[in-house]
Each structure stands twice: as C-alpha cells, then as structure tokens.
C-alpha cells in the first residue's frame, strides 16, 4: 500500500486539490480501462469538492463515470441528513451525468437489512462478481468523525468485524439508528481511497487515527489500509497543526 499526507491549507484548497485528483483520476480510468467508478462520502466536507467536479464540464468524460455510495442514512433520498441528497445537490443535478450511472441506496425502505442486501447485489451485478469476490472501485472518497470512524463504520459497532459482507445495515448506539455502510474489505480493495479531512475538531481523531497505536476498534479508520492501491489523506492545516507540508505518513 502507498500512503501519503497531501497537506492543504485550508477547506478551500482542500476542495480544489481534492477535485483536481478526482478528475485526474477519473480522466486515467476512462483512458485505461473505458469508465471510472467512484464511491462518494457523505457528511459536508465533501460538497465543496463535488461543486467544483461538477464545473468540470466537458473536462470529463461524465457517460464513462459512474457513481455509488460508501454510506447512507437511514433516511428517504430527499431527506436533509441524506448523503444522496448533498450530492445531488452539490455535483448530480449540475453535470450531464446519464441517470442510470447513479447508484443510490434506496434507504427510505424501512428494512435496513434489506436495502443493504439490494446494494449489495447492485455492487455484484454491476462489478460481474462471484459470491466471495470484491467490487474494486476506481476511487474510494472517505470523510473522518470527531470519533474516528469512517463511511459508517464508527467505534464499537458490529459492522467494523465483518470481512464477508459488502455492505451492512449497521446499528449506531449513539443515533439510535441504522447506517447502510461498505465494510471494510470493500473499501480496502480500491485502486484508491481519499480521504477528506478538514477542521480542528478533527485534529484529535486525525492524530489518533495517523500515529497512536489505539486499536481500530476505537478509532475504525485505522482500518482503512488498501491492499492493493494509493492511501491519500487530503488534510488541511486545521485538521493537522504543526505538521511540515506534503509529508509522508509513518508505515
Ligand atoms: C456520513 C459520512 C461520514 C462522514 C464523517 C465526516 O454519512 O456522515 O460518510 O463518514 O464522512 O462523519 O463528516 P463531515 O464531513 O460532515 O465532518
């Protein structure tokens, strides 16, 4: 695995560079191998990052990419906590995106189990996988809680232990309710996991998470280690003070 800390200065330039890659990424995929998936993340970092994707424009080559999501609320599409939603906002609704490339979870079904299942088969049928097999995602977009965990995978939860599954309907204590989340496995198989990490209320988790020997259990991002692919942490100074620029992380 490769990893790196790509220091920014700020949210704004957090955006910018974090775009940059995805449409140098994406542009890569299309050449090499015809299209490009990506997995979004949801919460709010990311908008500012999708904003300015979707004024790629003809920069990219939107009937070859195609969009999933790492984790979703409990929540109907048009719900305000839905990551859907903010990404719909933020980048679907602005760029010629062919709406059959857009891969939602369908989290307003009451059963969380099952809409889990269903985008489990969604990953299966797109990726042509065999029971056992892992969907390889182009790019992997990941924010970090204050408490360290990432996508929906949040400390202590029952989702950190499953290696089978692709993704699971995940009981959160601390909500008293469902996240539908990628586990672990998944995410771990992309060509390239980014994550996206802003604000001082961040520092704490990010410090954890990058150079404390805690155990995942406590902080879930630390679980994110791609076996065969590029580890990115785009972070601006506020989520990593006193760190010198464009340094790499310890193994
Ligand atoms: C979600 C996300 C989650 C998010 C972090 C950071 O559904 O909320 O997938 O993992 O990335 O909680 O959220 P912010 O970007 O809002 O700080």
Same mark, same amino acid.
């Given at each position: 695995m490769q990893s790196e800390i790509k220091l920014v200065s700020d949210a704004d330039e957090l955006s910018r560079v974090g775009a940059a890659e995805f449409e140098h990424l994406a542009r890569n995929a299309v050449q090499a191998r015809g299209r490009f998936t990506v997995s979004l993340s949801g919460g709010s970092t990311p908008r500012g990052l999708y904003s300015r994707v979707a004024q790629a424009g003809q920069n990219l080559p939107w009937d070859k990419i195609y969009f999933f999501w790492g984790d979703e609320r /409990?929540? $109907? $599409? %048009? =719900?305000? =906590?839905?990551n859907y939603r903010m990404a719909r906002e933020s980048l679907l609704s602005h !760029? $010629?995106? &062919? &709406? =059959?490339h857009v891969f939602r979870m369908h !989290? #307003? %079904?009451? %059963?969380a189990a099952r809409v889990a299942d269903q985008y489990e088969q969604t990953l299966m049928q797109f990726f042509g996988l065999k029971p056992g097999e892992l969907p390889r995602f182009d790019l992997v977009l990941l924010g970090l809680g204050p %408490?360290? /965990?990432?996508a929906s995978l949040f &400390?202590?939860? !029952? @989702?950190?232990? #499953?290696? +089978?599954?692709?993704?699971v309907a995940n009981w959160v204590e601390k909500f008293g309710h469902y996240r539908l989340t990628f586990t672990a496995p998944v995410i771990n198989n992309a060509a390239e996991v980014m994550f996206l990490v802003s604000g001082e209320e961040k520092a704490p988790a990010l410090q954890s998470v990058l150079y +404390? =020997? @805690?155990p995942p259990e406590q902080f879930? !991002?630390?679980?994110?280690? $791609?076996v065969n692919g590029r580890l990115i942490w785009l972070v601006d100074r506020a989520a990593l003070p006193g760190s010198s620029a464009l340094q790499s992380k310890p193994a």
């Open positions: /409990h929540v $109907p $599409p %048009d =719900d305000k =906590d839905s !760029a $010629p995106i &062919p &709406p =059959d !989290a #307003e %079904d009451k %059963d %408490d360290g /965990h990432t &400390p202590g939860s !029952a @989702a950190l232990r #499953e290696r +089978s599954r692709l993704v +404390s =020997d @805690a879930p !991002a630390k679980l994110i280690q $791609p």
